[in-house]
C-alpha cells in the first residue's frame, strides 16, 4: 500500500481542525434533561444559596455572649425555648433556621440536659456553626460559564436555584456513509455468502458518536461506484460532519479521497497512524469529513484520533482526557518508527499484556483488550518491563 505521502498524526490533526467551525445552533432544555450538554450561555444565580441562617449542627442556636467563660469546670446553664433570649436557647437540627435573635450553634455533644434546661461546658464566638445567607452562592454570582459541560452535580445546583430550564449547543449531527461491494446491512443472516461482510463499522461508528455527544445519522450502504458516493456525501452536507468508512486506501476502486477533493478540499491521505495509514481528512461546503478506513481496527483508532477531537470543535464540547492507568508491560511491543503506534493490551491488575500488535481487520481484538498503549513516532516500540500508560477503550 503506497502513499505519495504520509502526514504526520499531530500535522494531520491540526489541519483538520483548524477547517472545522464550532456550531452556533442552541436549544432550550429541562435542566434535569441536560446531563452531558454544554450550556450555550452563562448562568447567573437567581437567588442566594442558603437564602436564609441555617444551623450546621444538630445542638441549640444561642447567643454567643450567654456562654462566655463556659467551661467543664465552670458550666452555663439555660433554660430551653421555643425563642432565643437572654439566658435562653432554641433546639435547631442541622440546617435548621436559625433565629435572628441567635448568632452561633452550640454542638449537642456540648451539653447535658436537666429536665428543661441544658447544661453547657463549652463556649462559642460569634457565627460559630451558622451558615450565613449567601455562603453557598450569592445572588447574580456566576454558577456556570458558557461552554460548560453539565455533570450531575451541576444539575443538582441548577434545582437548589430554582433552574428549570437551560439553554445548551445542540448536537452535532454525524452522517455515517458505509461503502464497499461487499457490505450487506445488519442483522445480517446466521450464513454469510462468500466474499461478504456486515456493515459493522456503521454500528460502532453511531455508538461512538452518541457517546461523544453527536447524533449519528445511518445512511445506506453505497457500492463502490464513483457518481453513487459522490451523490451520498452531497446529500449529507446538511450535516455538521460526514464520516465515509471504507474506499480510502490506493485501489483502483478506492474513490472517496478523490471525491471529496473535486467537491470541496482533500487535506490529508495517508496519515502515520498505525493502524489506520489509509485514513484521509477533508472538508466539502465547511462540512468536515473523516475517510476512514474500512478494517474495523484501523477505523476505530482513526475516528479516535480524528473524529473524536472533530466532533467535539464542532459540537462546542470541551476536549475530555482520556482514562489512563500505569502498568507493566509482560512482554515487548514492536512498532514501526514514523508510526503513532495503537498496540492492544489486557489489563491484569497493573500488569498489560500485549494482545495484538497488527491486524487492521480484526475488530475482536479491541473487544478483547482493555486499551491502548500509544505508541510515539520516534520510538521503536517497548520491552518488556517497561512501565506504560494505557488508554482505556472507552
Known sequence: MLFRERTDVGKAKELFLDEIKSMDRT??????????????????????VPHYRRSAMDGFAVRSVDLIGASPTNPVMLQVSDE???????????????????????MMEDTISIGDMIEIRAQVHPGKNVGEIGEDVRKKEI????????????????????????????????AIVPTGNDLLPLPGDDVLP????????SLMIGEYVKKWGGIARYCEI?????????????TNLDADMIVVSGGTSVGDKDYVPGIVEKLGKKLVHGVGLSPGKPTAL??????????????PAAG???????????????????????????????????????YLSYARVILEGDVAHPLMTAGAGILSSIAKSDGFVIIPENVEGYEEGNKVDVVLIE
Request: include cysteine.
Open 27 to 48: 436549544e432550550q432544555l429541562p435542566a434535569t434533561s441536560s446531563i452531558g450538554r454544554v450550556l450555550s450561555t452563562s448562568i447567573l444565580a437567581p437567588r442566594n
Open 84 to 106: 432565643v433570649m437572654e439566658s435562653t436557647c432554641a433546639p435547631v437540627n442541622t440546617g435548621d433556621y436559625v433565629p435572628d435573635e441567635a448568632d452561633a450553634v452550640l
Open 143 to 174: 454558577i456556570f460559564n458558557k461552554g460548560h459541560f453539565l455533570r450531575p452535580c451541576d444539575v443538582a445546583v441548577l434545582a437548589s436555584l430554582g433552574i428549570n430550564d437551560v439553554k445548551v449547543y445542540a448536537k452535532p449531527v454525524v
Open 194 to 201: 462468500p466474499g461478504k461482510t456486515l456493515d459493522i463499522n
Open 222 to 234: 453505497v457500492p463502490e461506484n464513483k457518481q453513487l458516493i459522490e451523490e451520498a456525501i452531497k
Open 282 to 295: 477533508g472538508v466539502a461546503d465547511n462540512v468536515p469529513i473523516l475517510c476512514m478506513p474500512g478494517y
Open 300 to 338: 476505530l483508532v482513526a475516528l479516535f484520533a480524528f473524529g473524536k477531537p472533530a466532533l467535539r470543535k464542532a459540537g462546542n464540547i470541551p476536549d475530555i482526557p482520556d482514562t489512563k492507568v500505569k502498568a507493566t508491560l509482560s512482554g515487548k511491543i514492536m512498532s514501526r518508527e514514523g
